[in-house]
């Protein structure tokens, strides 16, 4: 339950959809913690809220967004001292390079993202991936030893290239 965990806290966010926001304020309407819910296009616009924050969670936003990098910078400059902030970016060296998704995204390199928590006087805590098979094979079948044998291969894969080197985010 995260309100175990947020007892002190001041909850905001933001979301470029006007739908997602109205049923997130109905669904957290008796939510003390929740301090504002808005619609904000992050690529385009800065936060609204005149605060700044200790977490940050983007997981799968910065992505869509050919800006991604100025994002980031974004987010460093919204952050507290010693906040955190995650985010999620594709691996452009994975393995699902080949797969095909409907909606476009944009990939980068561990070394880009080092270099960019850099510039943004952020300091990177950990990094990490998951995912090193591409997903058509998650897709090939239904078989329970079939999955245990590709989560066996993931876990191998994890260990031989360590936490990020091939892995799809």
Request: proline share 2%.
């Amino acid at each position: 339950n995260y309100l175990e965990n947020t007892k002190n806290s001041a909850i905001y966010g933001i979301d470029i959809s006007n739908e997602m926001v109205s049923v997130c304020k109905k669904r957290f309407s008796h939510d003390s913690a929740i301090a504002n819910l808005a619609v904000c296009d992050f690529s385009k616009e800065n936060v609204l809220f005149k605060t700044t924050f200790d977490f940050i969670s983007s997981i799968r936003v910065i992505k869509y967004n050919k800006n991604w990098p100025e994002m980031i910078g974004k987010i460093a400059n919204i952050l507290n001292k010693d906040g955190i902030a995650v985010f999620d970016m594709p691996n452009k060296y994975s393995l699902n390079i080949f797969g095909h998704s409907k909606i476009p995204f944009y990939r980068s390199s561990k070394q880009e993202l080092i270099n960019l928590c850099r510039q943004n006087d952020l300091e990177l805590l950990d990094m990490q991936s998951f995912t090193r098979i591409p997903d058509v094979f998650y897709m090939l079948s239904d078989n329970e030893i079939y999955t245990k044998c590709i989560v066996f291969m993931e876990t191998l894969f994890s260990k031989v290239f360590g936490k990020t080197f091939l892995g799809r985010i």
